[in-house]
């Protein structure tokens, strides 16, 4: 039983006149053009952005605003378009960073390669490069489209220490209480 | 001020008015596709055109309003048509490519004189109608000359050599052809009725209108409910004839690119839409004029006893002045066009393209014997009602 047999009607007088269903669409229409607009008039008014958008790719710091990145390059191995560049760079004594040995003395994402596919952000082992909200960039220039180190901070700031990296680690073996 | 212009010679005299026509059909019919664009947005529901607005004007308090509507846009958009540049492609025949779209303006524009689109009350309570040139063969002329706007449609898709403006041209002529006929033998039922035996016979607009404002039952019936298929067959011809969906064959963008005008830009494309706009402003007025009673406001309520209904409500005189009637008349009459176009452009939006057989099925198979049977059954109660 493959083939399903439809019953096709003939089309009734009224139907073959067009007019009922030509009213029905008219009211149909009638009805949307008093309605409201369901578009966004975009630049005024903005779309809430849930939690877990790939946005632009930023550089956070942590909770104590402590540079988080120890410039392991792993994502710039693992950027699929090769958008990000890293020099990495030693740590300056009594910056207050002293449970890292590294930090980047640069770190360059083009925003011209990238593809905000968020594989730098899957594989930070220190949760450092998140894809935030932003979801619109531009400038007039390709050098303007290169995100460095300082634009990079600003655009991501502080976030709270949603897993157990340092900060909560630190704690927890400070309160002898083993692992998490 | 009045005397004065009516003191020029005639010639000089008709040249005012006729520039007058152009200088109000063409932004009326420019406004109708901004028009035509915000209707499409409601019905989509999105709002339209709505940013254009030149700095300046943004510290005055009303002029927001106007970018809403897209006002601004309108005029950008004219602008630009005006000052870009006008390709004029190689393989074209350039007398005949250039002369089309002057072609369509010439019939569009012509048309309008010989509509009333208004009337007032002259001397010993005579209506006067308000018509550049008043003819008598009035109907015959509108229909005459607006059926010579299909050939600056066939000489576009012909002198533009490329194949779908010559599928379009071939789609607007043989669409012509067959809606013309339905659409004169729909409206020979309103002149078999106003042309009284013992009558003078006559088929100018105005005296259809004059007889929709008779006292009595029959007298004060607007012609749509008296003969609704001939209003019914009257509009759909003239969908066809004006191209627009259901039945824009010559234009359907979506099978033929942009039919006949897909060679043409700028200035000379923007001539096809103000000619199909006027076309579509004349079609409704004469619309309004043959079927909807024209400049009176409800059925059974001609203009006069209007006029005379507001002097006793608001005790003022000024209602009986033949200018205060014949704007009152305009703007009924106005009202009704724009009514109409808002129709148009509704079922633009709503009802999609029939396939071009489908068009040529309901033009000879259904539109003609139905307006055919029409008139018959028309004659025979018209010759019932004046026996």
Redesign the interface.
């Given at each position: 039983m493959a083939v399903i047999q439809v019953q096709r009607t003939p089309l009734s007088l009224a139907e073959r006149t067009y007019l009922p269903q030509?009213m029905g669409?008219?009211w149909?229409?009638?009805k949307?053009?008093?309605?409201?607009?369901?578009?966004m008039?975009y630049p005024e008014q903005r779309p809430a952005i849930p939690p877990g958008y790939r946005g632009v790719p930023t550089l956070v710091r942590d909770p104590n605003g402590r540079e988080k990145c120890v410039s392991c390059q792993l994502c710039e191995f693992v950027c699929p378009p090769k958008a990000i560049r890293i020099t990495p760079g030693s740590v300056p004594e009594g910056a207050g960073v002293d449970h890292v040995e590294k930090a980047p003395q640069a770190f360059d994402i083009d925003m011209l390669r990238c593809i905000y596919c968020g594989l730098c952000e899957e594989v930070c082992p220190e949760e450092a490069i998140f894809l935030l909200q932003q979801y619109s960039m531009s400038g007039y220039s390709r050098a303007e489209m290169v995100n460095h180190k300082d634009r990079l901070y600003e655009l991501g700031g502080t976030l709270p220490d949603r897993h157990f990296k340092w900060g909560v680690k630190k704690a927890a073996e400070e309160r002898a209480s083993g692992h998490h | 001020m009045v005397d004065m212009l009516l003191g020029l010679p005639a010639p000089l005299l008709a040249l005012l008015k006729g520039a007058a026509v152009i200088l109000v059909i063409f932004p009326v019919a420019a406004a109708c596709s901004m028009a035509e664009r915000k209707v499409c947005a409601w019905i989509q529901s999105r709002p339209g055109p709505n940013r254009a607005m030149p700095p300046v004007f943004a510290w005055i308090p009303g002029a927001v309003i106007l970018q809403r509507l897209g006002v601004w846009q309108l005029m950008a958009d004219g602008g630009k048509f005006l000052f870009k540049e006008e390709p004029l492609p190689d393989h074209v025949n350039r007398l005949y490519y250039t002369l089309a779209p002057v072609i369509a303006m010439v019939p569009a524009l012509t048309t309008v004189t010989v509509v009333p689109f208004g009337a007032y009350v002259g001397a010993g309570g005579r209506i006067v109608p308000l018509a550049l040139s008043s003819v008598d063969v009035g109907i015959l002329a509108v229909f005459a000359v607006a059926s010579l706007g299909i050939y600056s449609l066939i000489l576009a898709g012909w002198a533009s050599n490329s194949k779908y403006p010559f599928l379009g041209g071939v789609r607007a002529s043989a669409q012509l052809i067959s809606y013309e006929l339905s659409m004169m033998l729909a409206v020979l039922p309103v002149f078999l009725w106003v042309n009284e035996p013992g009558a003078a016979g006559s088929l100018s607009l105005s005296r259809v209108v004059e007889f929709q404002s008779r006292p009595g039952f029959w007298g004060g019936a607007w012609f749509l409910f008296t003969m609704p298929v001939s209003a019914f067959v009257f509009a759909v011809a003239l969908f066809a004839e004006t191209n627009r969906q259901p039945f824009d064959m010559p234009e359907s963008e979506a099978d033929l690119v942009g039919g006949f005008h897909t060679e043409y830009g700028a200035f000379k494309w923007s001539l096809f839409f103000v000619a199909e706009y006027a076309n579509m402003i004349v079609g409704s007025a004469v619309f309004s004029l043959l079927f909807l009673g024209g400049w009176n406001l409800l059925p059974w309520l001609p203009l006069a006893s209007l006029l005379e209904t507001l002097h006793h409500l608001t005790g003022s005189a000024l209602w009986l002045h033949p200018l205060v009637a014949g704007l009152v008349s305009v703007v009924i009459l106005l009202a009704k066009v724009l009514l109409i176009i808002f129709i148009f452009m509704w079922i633009r939006w709503t009802v999609p393209r029939f396939r071009y057989d489908q068009v040529m099925k309901i033009g000879w198979q259904k539109l003609l014997p139905l307006s055919i049977a029409n008139l018959i059954a028309c004659a025979l109660g018209i010759a019932f009602l004046q026996r």
């Open positions: 030509v669409a008219m149909t229409t009638l949307h053009l008093l309605g409201p607009a369901d578009t008039e | -």
